[in-house]
Antibody
Framework: EVQLVESGGGLVQRGGSLRLSCAAS????????MSWVRQAPGKGLEWVAN????????YYVDSVKGRFTISRDNAKNSLYLQMNSLRAEDTAVYYC?????????????WGQGTLVTVSS | QSALTQPASVSGSPGQSITISCTGT?????????VSWYQQHPGKGPKLMIY???KRPSGVSNRLSGSKSGNTASLTISGLQAEDEADYYC??????????FGTGTKVTVL
């Protein structure tokens, strides 16, 4: 069974930093692109970043470029999101999502999310 | 990278059919077949329901169907059931390994 378990969320002051983790199990982690998707309270989903199988390609939504860094450790089956210079508008539930491995550009499985609250 | 446009809410009685639209641009929905739909119940992570515009993953009810024409994709739920009450989001590949989601639609079963 595919499982994605996010952790690391919490309350942080504006301008601060936080590192999110996503522990993956039930599949071969190194065979899948992975993404972070966030959802502000009462709002819709927003794709944040994704990372290639080997970690050599990374892509970001414009609003987080230069502040967030996505990374992965295939030996530990883990995905990370380092968030710096946090703003109030970064307050959201952050989901870890697995892409499929057949080129259909979908978010095939999702975790339950971890809440990040940036206080102003 | 503007969000795709969806109606805020759609409602229907049990057994009826409803359709949710998802309007993008020629840079996303209009350029790629990679439109997917996700269902989200309160407090839960999203679940993939439709991909490549009209394909259903294993285990997803055949009461759900998807289509696309030009810059607009659509999700139809036929034979509406109480369990279909949830939020629904479309998503399109937008090139260069980036994605854009829709604004979301709350489906209410009357």
């Amino acid at each position: 069974e595919v499982q994605l378990v996010e952790s690391g969320g919490g309350l942080v002051q504006r301008g601060g930093s936080l590192r999110l983790s996503c522990a993956a199990s039930g599949f071969t982690f190194s065979r899948h692109w992975m993404s972070w998707v966030r959802q502000a309270p009462g709002k819709g989903l927003e794709w944040v970043a994704n990372i290639r199988l080997d970690g050599r390609e990374k892509y970001y939504v414009d609003s987080v470029k230069g502040r967030f860094t996505i990374s992965r450790d295939n030996a530990k089956n883990s995905l990370y999101l380092q968030m710096n210079s946090l703003r109030a508008e970064d307050t959201a539930v952050y989901y870890c999502a697995r892409h499929d491995d057949s080129g259909t550009y979908i978010f095939e499985y999702w975790g339950q999310g971890t809440l990040v609250t940036v206080s102003s | 990278q503007s969000a795709l446009t969806q109606p805020a809410s759609v409602s229907g009685s049990p057994g009826q059919s409803i359709t949710i639209s998802c309007t993008g641009t020629s840079s996303d929905v209009g350029s790629y077949k990679f439109v997917s739909w996700y269902q989200q119940h309160p407090g839960k992570g999203p679940k993939l329901m439709i991909y490549e515009g009209s394909k259903r993953p294993s285990g997803v009810s055949n009461r759900l169907s998807g289509s696309k024409s030009g810059n607009t994709a659509s999700l139809t739920i036929s034979g509406l059931q109480a369990e279909d009450e949830a939020d629904y989001y479309c998503c399109s590949y937008a090139g260069s390994s980036t994605y854009v989601f829709g604004t979301g639609t709350k489906v209410t079963v009357l």
